[in-house]
């Protein structure tokens, strides 16, 4: 599985973006998918995850109710939605792969497959 993560770029405080992850490989309705993010100088934070059918969802305390994950079996896509974007939570977002997809997992430890990152900067 091959993964390639986009959608990133810089907002103001308050704004939204849409984050895509496009995965390659006929396996990727298995796969629980998850998107962590890192800023400088911290550790790799788990933001969200989703069960193979989409039917399992977990947020990090932090984004939670600001935040939505949803993926696209079809378009082997999945994406993340980030509204009333906050300064914290400008980082490098990654998405990753989890062949363990029955439920949402949320250590990065994890996960088989990693996107490159796409930086999310959030001006205050």
């Known amino acids: 599985v091959q993964l390639q993560a986009s959608g990133g770029g810089l907002v103001q405080a308050g704004g939204s973006l849409r984050l895509s992850c496009a995965a390659s490989g006929r396996t990727f309705r298995i796969y629980g998918m998850g998107w962590f993010r890192q800023a400088p100088g911290k550790e790799r934070e788990f933001v969200a995850a989703?069960?193979?059918?989409?039917?399992?969802?977990a947020y990090g305390d932090s984004v939670k109710g600001r935040f939505t994950i949803s993926r696209d079996n079809a378009k082997i896509t999945v994406y993340l939605q980030m509204n009333s974007l906050k300064p914290e939570d400008t980082a490098v977002y990654y998405c990753?792969?989890?062949?363990?997809?029955?439920?949402?997992?949320?250590?990065?430890?994890?996960?088989?497959?990693w996107g490159q990152g796409t930086q999310v900067t959030v001006s205050s």
């Open positions: 990753g792969a989890t062949q363990y997809g029955m439920k949402p997992r949320r250590s990065s430890d994890e996960y088989d497959y």
């Open positions: 989703i069960s193979w059918n989409g039917d399992s969802i």
